[in-house]
Structure formats: structure tokens, C-alpha cells
């Protein structure tokens, strides 16, 4: 069987990628792995022959799909409850991009969000240009505008992303010491203690979809999000189990087992050895594929004779 004939080579070799830019366009994992699938009938149905460029063909494929998906969940992005966060990614488990892509500014939720801020045909254009070098000219065709009108929305949003994207400043050592920190007084309820680790300006996110309890609005600053938690410690009756601790779309964070019996991720966004920014998800419908994660991450470390948190 010929390259062109075989439908799986060249899918094989782009999986990661439509992954990759599906997951940036609707921020949900399992959706990203639904278009990938779906590309992948489309291309086990086409005339491979008449495909010039593989590649270029199954991401304007997977770019189509995400932007459909786009439309038909305008209407429940619109009437979410509560803010809204993209499904958490455990970095430590196979990365949705090829190498060539593997920036880890690119999957931070600071920069996920930015880029849900952005309009569709945006997103699109910067993901498939900046990210993944498709000429203009081809994303001119597959958006339906001119090549001018595709540099011009490559330049907004590259505009908005540089603008609102924060960068993480202190080491590596630093920030697991922070998170570790923040793990110990948010499950003490000491207040002092979070005060000591909070940004001024810290802003808390936490993301129920209307599904488990949660904030509906963002909380901001060092004595309302530390209030926060000392009141949630107040109320357990004891620590919630400790699943996993490592980085979670490239920030410090942990994932715990809570009371009702659901996963719950955690993951801080820390500036000049302070945090910034607190991302908790909540909504079941985002942390199904958190176990998955977590048991290959398991798996990968046995296999390798380390130890692993039980």
C-alpha cells in the first residue's frame, strides 16, 4: 500500500497536532479528541490522491470542525454559570502538540482564556499561522476572506494575547515551594498564612458549570479569596485526599478527591513569588479525562521505578 493510499500514516503523524489545535480552540480535551476522530473519517473517506499536502489538509479539516463546534456551542457558552475555565490538562501526560508547537506559554490557561477571548475567525487564524506556519494565503481559502483581511486579524489578536498574557518569573523550586505553601494554609484555613502567599490583586476562578457548588463570580484580592478558604476550611470535616501534584496546563497546581466524592483541580498562577491567580474546576463534565491522566502519569512512573503519590 502507497503512502497516499494508506489512511492512518499520515493521521498518525498529525494526531497530536489536531489534538493540539482543537483543544486550543474550544478548550475542552475531549472535544479536541472528538474532531480528531472526525477528521480522521473524513480523511478515510477522500480521495487521497488529490491531497497535494496532508498535512495542511487534515489541520484546515480539524480548523473547520472546531469552528462548526464553535457555533453550536455559542448559545451554552453564552448562559454558563458561574466563570467560565477550559478543561484542565495534566502536563505530565502526552501533550496534545508536535514538538515544533511545544511552547508552554500555549496551553497556560491565562493564555486559553485570552484566546477564548478572541472572535473565531481570530483564534483561527493565529492558531493556524502563528502556531502551526499555514500560510495565509491557505487560510484566506478556508475562511472565506481576502489574504490581507487574514494578516489583519493575525495582527488583533496577536495584539490581545501580548497584552494580556502574564508570564511566571520565579524558578521552578520557587513556584512548587508557593504551591506546597498554598496546598498547606488553604486546607489549614490560615488566614495569615494565605495572606503571606496572595498577590494584592489575586483573582479566584472557580468553575462549577452550575453542576457543584461554586463561586458565580470571581473573587479579588488578598482578604476576600483568603476569607475564602479559611471559611471552606471551617467547614470540612476533613482534608480532602491528595490525587495528584504537578502542573496543570503548565502552572503548579494539584488535583484532590472532595467530599462528594468528585475530582477537583487547583492550579496557581504565581508572579514575583506571589499568586496571582487561582484556577479551580469543579464541573464534572471537565474532569473526566483528569483520572485518565492521572493513572497514565501513574503508570509512566512505575514503569520508570519512581514514586508517585498515593
Not at 32 to 59: N, Y
Not at 152 to 162: D, E, N, S, Y
Not at 266 to 273: A, G, M, Q, V, Y
Amino acid at each position: 500500500m502507497t503512502d497516499a493510499h494508506d489512511p492512518v500514516k499520515h493521521f498518525a503523524e498529525c494526531r497530536n497536532e489536531l489534538i493540539g489545535l482543537g483543544y486550543r480552540m474550544t478548550g475542552s480535551l475531549a472535544t479536541a479528541e472528538d474532531i480528531a476522530q472526525d477528521v480522521f473519517l473524513r480523511w478515510h473517506a477522500t480521495d487521497r490522491l488529490k491531497v497535494d499536502a496532508p498535512r495542511s489538509w487534515l489541520l484546515k479539516t480539524a480548523m473547520r470542525l472546531s469552528l462548526d463546534h464553535l457555533k453550536s456551542a455559542q448559545h451554552r457558552r453564552e448562559h454558563y454559570v458561574g466563570p467560565w475555565l477550559p478543561e484542565p490538562l495534566l502536563v505530565e501526560s502526552v501533550l496534545p502538540q508536535e514538538a515544533s508547537c511545544e511552547r508552554a506559554q500555549d496551553l497556560s490557561v491565562a493564555f486559553l482564556l485570552t484566546l477564548q477571548r478572541l472572535t473565531p475567525a481570530e483564534r483561527a487564524v493565529f492558531i493556524l499561522h502563528d502556531l502551526f506556519e499555514t500560510p495565509f494565503a491557505e487560510l484566506a481559502n478556508l475562511l472565506g476572506r481576502t489574504e490581507m483581511a487574514c494578516r489583519k486579524l493575525a495582527t488583533r489578536a496577536r495584539a490581545h494575547l501580548t497584552t494580556d498574557t502574564p508570564r511566571q518569573v520565579s524558578t521552578d523550586i520557587k513556584l512548587e515551594e508557593i504551591s506546597h505553601a498554598f496546598l498547606t494554609a488553604s486546607r489549614d484555613g490560615d488566614e495569615s498564612a494565605l495572606r503571606g502567599l496572595l498577590a494584592e490583586d489575586v483573582v479566584l476562578h472557580t468553575d462549577g458549570g452550575g453542576l457543584r457548588p461554586a463561586a458565580r463570580n470571581l473573587i479579588s484580592g488578598t482578604e476576600k479569596v483568603s476569607r475564602f478558604f479559611a471559611g471552606l476550611a471551617r467547614k470540612r470535616t476533613a482534608a480532602s485526599p491528595l490525587l495528584h501534584v504537578g502542573h496543570i496546563n503548565t502552572l503548579p497546581g494539584f488535583v484532590t478527591l472532595e467530599a462528594d466524592g468528585l475530582l477537583q483541580t487547583t492550579s496557581l498562577e504565581i508572579r514575583n513569588d506571589r499568586i496571582t491567580v487561582i484556577y479551580i474546576v469543579r464541573n464534572p463534565d471537565k474532569l473526566h479525562g483528569v483520572q485518565y491522566q492521572i493513572d497514565a502519569f501513574r503508570n509512566k512512573h512505575k514503569k520508570a521505578g519512581l514514586s508517585v503519590i498515593s
